[in-house]
């Protein structure tokens, strides 16, 4: 399940409306709704707290193992990096469709791309101009 749909069925379950959410939590109404439709994604894992401590819940139940490496992506690269990340995933489900790879060795594979994303960034840097780098 989607971090979106598991944060509006716990808010759900909490009986709270998404503008006592975001007045809680600290982030905008448009966020929240945004996180439970999927469109967007928190830019950090301090969102995820606070919205688990208000869901009184904790972040690895709103969160799958994948959205560690968008939380990542987003830290790192910002929205760029995050639709890089989804798109890669996106193609990379074609490889487990049909397959009989164990749940583990989906993970280690997902964490190997991750890593050679992050990676090849890394290496990239020495090539971008300074008066472009951050």
Not at 23 to 47: A, C, M, W
Request: hydrophobic letters at 35%; charged letters at 35%; proline letters at 1%.
């Amino acid at each position: 399940m989607a971090f979106g749909d598991k944060l509006k069925e716990y808010r759900a379950k909490a009986r709270i409306s998404q503008q006592k959410l975001a007045d809680l939590t600290g982030v905008s109404l448009r966020s929240v709704q945004n996180y439970e439709h999927n469109k967007r994604f928190p830019k950090n894992i301090s969102i995820v707290k606070r919205l688990a401590e208000v869901l009184n819940t904790n972040t690895n139940e709103l969160l799958e193992e994948q959205d560690y490496c968008m939380i990542d992506a987003m830290e790192k690269g910002g929205t760029r990096a995050i639709r890089d990340i989804k798109s890669l995933t996106d193609e990379v489900v074609g490889l487990f469709a049909g397959g009989n790879l164990s749940e583990s060795d989906r993970d280690a594979v997902m964490l190997a791309i991750t890593n050679a994303y992050w990676d090849a960034k890394e290496d990239n840097k020495k090539f971008t101009p300074k008066k472009y780098r951050k």
